[in-house]
């Protein structure tokens, strides 16, 4: 059975404690601009998973994962120290995939705002192929008002039909 309330909570807690450590106890010269984004654990509280990211080129990203790799049992022992869990979950270090998601999709706006740039001049002083407003209004030439009312008037006439009650009374006094 797993709480996930606790693992959650587990999760949080782990996320602070290692980005705690690696700025007050970690100082190792290859960790640069690491900022620990997020932290999840299993639901058996046995496996915690901790996404990172690392300002800079590939290189430093390289050397930050060798950095924290080295640094996984100084930081396991400190999150077994701060949480006061039975078991100390094991920590897997993962590079974040959201800033490149964001770059991804900064670069696909870009290019709609191209487009659009370009749609938006090539359309600059042309006209409609056909009219501007293809609807057909009162007082326009070839309107015909008849056949508008006269569709109405008579899906109103249909509802005073004769019922055919066989009372003809009511029907020779109206006439």
Do not use: C, H, W
């Amino acid at each position: 059975m797993t709480d996930n309330a606790r693992a959650r909570k587990l999760a949080d807690r782990i996320q602070v404690v290692v980005a705690e450590t690696l700025d007050r106890r970690i100082k190792d010269p290859r960790l640069g601009f690491v900022t620990i984004t997020d932290a999840r654990v299993t639901g058996d509280l046995r496996e915690a998973t901790v996404f990172y990211t690392v300002y800079g080129d590939d290189e430093e990203r390289a050397a930050s994962a060798a950095a924290l790799e080295s640094a996984k049992g100084v930081l396991r022992s400190e999150v077994g120290r701060q949480t006061g869990v039975r078991f100390t979950p094991t920590l897997a270090f993962v590079p974040d995939a959201l800033p490149d998601n964001a770059r991804t999709i900064e670069d696909l706006l870009d290019k709609a705002r191209a487009k659009d740039a370009e749609v938006r001049e090539v359309s600059t002083g042309k006209t409609y192929a056909g009219e501007a407003d293809p609807y057909r209004k009162p007082g326009d030439e070839g309107y015909e008002e008849d056949d508008a009312e006269g569709g109405a008037e008579a899906a109103s006439g249909a509802g005073e039909a004769d019922l055919g009650d066989g009372d003809d009374t009511d029907g020779a006094a109206a006439k």
